[in-house]
């Protein structure tokens, strides 16, 4: 890790930078496959599975056969993992239901609003090296709380033209049954416009590389609602003397191992504990399976020494991590601080990892700054509020005067009549 | 109103398309705007005012003086009424708080979710021929519910360079004190990039025509959060036999009068009542001042007779108003199925102008079939939710072998490691 003493406010900014993720074939790319699924579905999305995947399929959707199968091959600790996590990820995404509140704001003017599913909805699930199928259990388990009518998913196929068991079984587990074999940009765009074999839907959820969230951006423009634009992941650490250095340097690690664009990043205002981090770094290293990747995301990562706790907040909440480890003396004081972050871990027994399987918050959660406007996926993610107003002739005599001279100022003759005509409607019977 | 009966529900799609809104200038000028102000600020702030508001401002922000004399403008009765409506959004929006749940989801795993504030955020105020200080009102409230800390405002200037004074006047009376004379795409960039005057915010909200809006979703795919892409304002009116022909004519005209681009729907199952309401709009169409607009938005609308109101449900769900006006005799139990709407008006008595002015819902809403997925501006649109998680030793216990064993089976050993070493120490202390 870099290590920077003591910053310069003004240098913040560019010490906090994200590495720049730029990629000129993105830009080609996209649109181009966009369209060509727009216009071909189906035949292009056989075309460019063929292409990027490496794989032929004429139905690409999963079987029933092909999931019982997938069950068959999961080990039974792993499923019992798999349901325990389960049922945390259930109890935090259940205590998010809102109930309804009707508020009377004027005599006669009652109005509330309702959360109400968001009837269409697209999971996508990335592929590569490991399969995923924690990211089925954040995004599937709110998509079935908020009652979404139909949950469809998303992941590419191996080159055998399959799907990672532990894939399917979570999402017969969470009670997705609509599950297709196709991944990348193809899939933005095949839930974004439909295609004779996977059904348009209303919003898409789901990390990926560079080319799938530059796919949601683009069609997100285009009638589509998406979760958030996803980036590398990232970790912030606030450490103080009373850390456990073996247990920051795993945390680092373990966003580390991620890729190789991942950030990790470590305040802290007691420099003396950095030694002993580096040394557990090394160590810690050599042990770890996805070494050369936590190597290269290393060397973009800093640890900063600053000159207090607010000073840390403050970098902190200018830095917007994804995830934020405290691990100091006063963790619980400090988080009720933090104004920008997606999901905080306090304390020295809260590793980051707890939050990512199991503890029952969600892992899906904004990066590269994102945290500074938008949330992680909730229940409500998989929800849209509407709300409703009824009147009654009493309270439309109440605010009826109001509507008719603010419509006035503005103009809007059109508007003023429609409250006018009532009232006068009201009189008249009378 | 073009009448369409009974038709096949293959061919609603086409009925129920919105008017083409395409521009190619649109895919020219925003891009270039946008960059001008990114790397000229200020500079290039002021030169597109000049070009496209005629007015050429050294000092584009808003002076106390400037507020104290609109002050004085706005006449006794429209200030009364602007604050009572400010009452009624003020207790609806406040109706919206959440209160923080803490969930034990496995002993000694504590996880909660808390509503925290964006830290900044821009407004966005159209121009044009109306003042629409009722929008100042919408999006105002609710920032300053939510205690963003820092809330900007953008608004073009008039030839002369000011800002009408109702819009400064509701400005005050909200709370508001950043406000610059700066309209369309370049005040989209300058609260998306920050200029030296106007500082760059996390999320942009407000109407506006098609290049503002393009210039949301063009900035949104560069760190910015944007409230929803906003259209051309629409209505569907659900109306039978108990409804009453003018007030259902004074609904389609004040959304028809907002521009040529509007779409009223009528959706009935009573065709009988259609003759009554075409003779109330050309009564009411007479005394409407912006008669030449509200004839064009008429052009595009339709009247279309359905099978029954199950029927009517179905297709408005397909359609997502904007706006939709429940004008049936069991309206309030029709309310309840209603899946895919902004804001729903119920009864006879609840034109849509209250919800537009005083009856405290929020007008910001999603257009274009963008209710499928978005819900309209309220009080979560200002926060974001930040989840927290503090484990004991004995949560960690608890959940410790589950995150080991799904982090193995997703091959990241690392996230394995967190836990491992966590309650190797445990073991170790006693």
Chains 1, 2 share one sequence.
Not at 72 to 84: F, M, T, W
Not at 328 to 347: C, H, P, Q, R, T
Not at 358 to 366: D, F, R, V
Request: proline share 5%; glycine share 6%; charged share 20%.
């Amino acid at each position: 890790m870099n290590i920077i003493k003591y910053p310069k406010k003004e240098d913040w900014n560019e010490i906090l930078k994200r590495p720049n993720l730029g990629d000129d074939m993105v830009n080609q790319v996209v649109p181009e496959v966009l369209n060509d699924v727009k216009t071909n579905g189906d035949e292009a999305v056989r075309r460019y599975t063929s292409k990027f995947d490496h794989v032929t399929l004429n139905d690409y959707r999963v079987t029933e056969q092909e999931i019982t199968e997938a069950e068959s091959l999961v080990d039974a600790e792993l499923k019992r993992c798999i349901q325990i996590a389960k049922q945390n990820i259930e109890k935090f995404h259940s205590a998010q239901k809102t109930s309804r509140k009707v508020v009377e704001t004027t005599p006669g003017v009652f109005c509330w609003q309702k959360s109400v599913p968001i009837e269409k909805v697209g999971l996508y699930i990335p592929g590569g090296s490991a399969p995923l199928f924690s990211t089925v259990l954040m995004l599937g388990i709110p998509a079935k709380l908020a009652a979404c009518n139909q949950i469809i998913l998303c992941t590419p196929p191996n080159k055998e033209g399959k799907v990672h068991p532990a894939i399917l079984y979570t999402a017969k587990l969470v009670g997705l049954n609509q599950i297709y074999k196709v991944g990348g940009i193809q899939s933005i765009a095949a839930m974004a416009f439909g295609t004779e074999t996977v059904p348009k839907v209303a919003k898409i959820f789901g990390p990926g590389n560079l080319y799938v969230t530059a796919a949601k951006q683009i069609v997100a423009m285009h009638g589509v609602a998406i979760d958030m634009p996803a980036g590398p992941s990232e970790v912030a650490i606030m450490a103080d003397n009373t850390c456990v250095p073996s247990f920051i340097a795993a945390d680092l690690l373990s966003q580390a191992e991620h890729g190789a664009d991942s950030q990790v990043i470590l305040f802290t205002c007691d420099e003396k504990i950095l030694p002993a981090i580096n040394k557990e770094l090394d160590l810690q290293l050599e042990a770890l399976p996805r070494k050369e990747i936590a190597i290269k995301a290393l060397e973009n990562s800093k640890a900063i020494v600053l000159r207090s706790i607010d000073e840390m907040l403050e970098i902190s909440n200018a830095y917007a991590p994804e995830h934020l480890i405290i691990a100091l003396d006063n963790a619980i004081e400090i988080a009720e601080l933090v104004i920008n972050a997606g999901s905080v871990f306090i304390g020295n027994y809260s590793p980051e990892s707890a939050g990512d399987y199991a503890s029952g918050t969600n892992h899906a959660l904004p990066t590269a700054g994102y945290a500074r406007g938008y949330s992680g996926v909730n229940l409500d993610s998989f929800m849209k509020k509407i709300s409703f107003q009824q009147l009654s002739k009493y309270g439309l005599f109440n605010i009826g005067p109001v509507i008719e001279k603010m419509a006035e100022a503005e103009q809007l003759m059109g508007h003023k009549n429609a409250a006018t005509i009532r009232m006068n409607a009201i009189i008249n019977e009378s």
